[in-house]
């Protein structure tokens, strides 16, 4: 069985490197980018993620132009792919705006970052198995 995919977007290696051991450790399979030109090219060629957690301030593509470059992509699902904008200087108005389909701030509750990702994931999980 595979196990579900998340993409991690964020510039900050500490917490690019937190999240994935966190998540591995979970049974996720994590992927990592620095910002969100490396995001678009890897979505544009690897298999779409059930969730994706996305920084605002990145250098090269941040987070805005993330989402606008990611809404324009040809959608190969039939469940869009939920974006939850994990931030410190944005707020639930400024991801709800890009399109993002939640927020989490940061420093962020470990439980609060679990729950959102198992709500999503497992239920990517349970479609592969039907």
Request: net charge negative; glycine share 6%; proline share 6%.
């Given at each position: 069985?595979?196990?579900?995919?998340?993409?991690?977007?964020?510039d900050d290696e500490n917490i690019?490197?937190?999240?994935?051991?966190?998540?591995?450790?979970?049974?996720?399979?994590?992927?990592?980018?620095?910002?969100?030109?490396?995001?678009?090219?890897?979505?544009?060629?690897?298999?779409?993620?059930?969730?994706?957690?996305?920084?605002?301030?990145?250098?090269?593509?941040?987070?805005?132009?993330?989402?606008?470059?990611?809404?324009?992509?040809?959608?190969?699902?039939?469940?869009?792919?939920?974006?939850?904008?994990?931030?410190?200087?944005?707020?639930?108005?400024?991801?709800?705006?890009?399109?993002?389909?939640?927020?989490?701030?940061?420093?962020?509750?470990?439980?609060?970052?679990?729950?959102?990702?198992?709500?999503?994931?497992?239920?990517?999980?349970?479609?592969?198995?039907?």
């Open positions: 069985m595979q196990y579900p995919r998340i993409l991690i977007v964020e690019r490197d937190f999240c994935r051991s966190l998540l591995e450790g979970e049974g996720y399979n994590v992927e990592t980018c620095q910002n969100g030109e490396d995001a678009i090219a890897s979505l544009d060629k690897s298999q779409d993620p059930c969730l994706i957690l996305l920084d605002m301030l990145m250098p090269v593509m941040n987070g805005r132009e993330f989402m606008s470059a990611f809404s324009k992509r040809p959608h190969h699902t039939v469940v869009p792919i939920p974006v939850y904008l994990v931030s410190a200087t944005s707020n639930s108005n400024d991801g709800e705006e890009m399109g993002c389909l939640g927020f989490l701030r940061k420093p962020f509750n470990i439980e609060a970052l679990l729950c959102i990702v198992r709500g999503h994931c497992h239920a990517c999980e349970n479609l592969q198995a039907a």
